[in-house]
């Protein structure tokens, strides 16, 4: 609880803090072109629900989301150097009589972060689309996770797991909104650093063994080598409405190349005005190596799904003008 408060409270202080400062970059930065082009959007969606002789029946609850997007991109002559960071802490919290004496509980958690560095060999700078690029990527979360309302075992923390890639592949760019990149050698380590998840075998790693009557503990991490693909679609979709998307798949050649790892994301923001807006953010995310408990009981891979739909307060900071649209 104190992780989420602090976290909505240094995203609020930041967008104040910086508001300034923000305005009067963005009005000079149309007249100078500049290698490096910095963005960053902050924002908290928030829900209250109450009820009073409600024949319908429904449970009072308040939940708070804070989150930050960012990029920083560099781009000139042959080179360019992108950098983003993603960053979501949110909470649900039921209260008054009939809460069962639940405690907070997670409604998103995420810590993203990801780098690619690209060289072009064609100097041209209207024909530089295709580049030799290295891409890395790190993804984990910030708190414990829980199968609600079960609160006793934990299913996951920070780091546990955490995700490093490292790809070595081409970048393709043929327009301003469109990125594939295709790598055929490319590493996935998986870090699982609590004991108690790796000795179950949690994430793909190796568990815990007796061998010749002695424990041999679970292993911390895994790694694998094989193909990655990733695809990024960024567009504005009509005035005020934007659309960022990204798909990621994996196949390792060690070990049942044939079943692939997929990591989809999808972004919808609407924005109201400078300060408001609303989101719709939907996530898919497939492993193999991760087993999970279903409802009917069931105990192995399945398809994760997560949608969180969110209406708040937005402010976005950058050091460049979007150039003007062509009519």
């Known amino acids: 609880m104190n992780k989420l408060i602090l976290l909505i409270a240094l995203t609020i202080i930041g967008v104040t803090f910086t508001q300034a400062q923000t305005d009067t970059t963005t009005q000079k930065a149309d007249t100078v072109v500049k290698p490096w082009k910095l963005k960053a959007l902050y924002g908290s969606n928030g829900t209250q629900s109450s009820f009073?002789?409600?024949?319908?029946?429904?449970?009072?609850?308040?939940?708070?989301?804070?989150?930050?997007?960012a990029s920083a991109n560099y781009l000139q002559h042959q080179w360019k150097w992108e950098n983003n960071l993603s960053l979501a802490l949110g909470g649900l919290q039921y209260i008054g009589k009939g809460n069962g004496g639940e405690g907070l509980q997670k409604t998103d958690d995420r810590i993203e972060l990801s780098s690619t560095f690209g060289y072009s060999f064609d100097k041209s700078i209207e024909k530089k689309q295709l580049y030799f690029s290295l891409i890395t990527g790190f993804r984990t979360q910030f708190l414990d996770g829980f199968v609600y309302p079960n609160t006793l075992d934990r299913?996951?923390?920070?780091?546990?797991?955490?995700?490093?890639?490292?790809?070595?592949g081409l970048d393709y760019s043929p327009n301003k909104n469109l990125t594939l990149f295709i790598s055929p050698a490319a590493m996935k380590w998986t870090v699982v650093n609590d004991q108690v998840l790796a000795?179950?075998?949690?994430?793909?790693?190796?568990?815990?063994?007796?061998?010749?009557?002695v424990l041999i503990p679970g292993s911390l991490y895994r790694s694998e080598f094989g193909a990655y693909f990733k695809m990024k679609y960024n567009k504005e979709i009509v005035k005020n409405i934007e659309m960022k998307s990204t798909l990621?798949?994996?196949?390792?050649?060690?070990?049942?190349?044939?079943?692939?790892?997929?990591?989809?994301?999808?972004?919808?923001?609407?924005?109201?005005?400078?300060w408001f807006s609303a989101s719709l953010n939907w996530t898919v995310i497939y492993d193999h190596d991760i087993n999970i408990q279903s409802i009917d009981g069931g105990f192995g891979p399945r398809t994760q799904f997560k949608s969180v739909l969110g209406l708040g307060v937005s402010y976005t900071m950058k050091n460049f003008v979007d150039p003007p649209k062509k009519k």
């Open 52 to 69: 009073v002789n409600w024949n319908a029946g429904g449970r009072n609850s308040i939940s708070l989301m804070g989150y930050v997007s």
């Open 155 to 168: 299913v996951s923390s920070f780091m546990a797991p955490g995700y490093f890639n490292l790809a070595l």
């Open 199 to 213: 000795d179950a075998g949690s994430f793909g790693v190796d568990p815990a063994a007796i061998v010749d009557g």
């Open 248 to 274: 990621e798949l994996f196949s390792n050649y060690l070990e049942n190349p044939e079943n692939i790892d997929i990591n989809g994301d999808v972004l919808f923001t609407f924005k109201v005005n400078k």
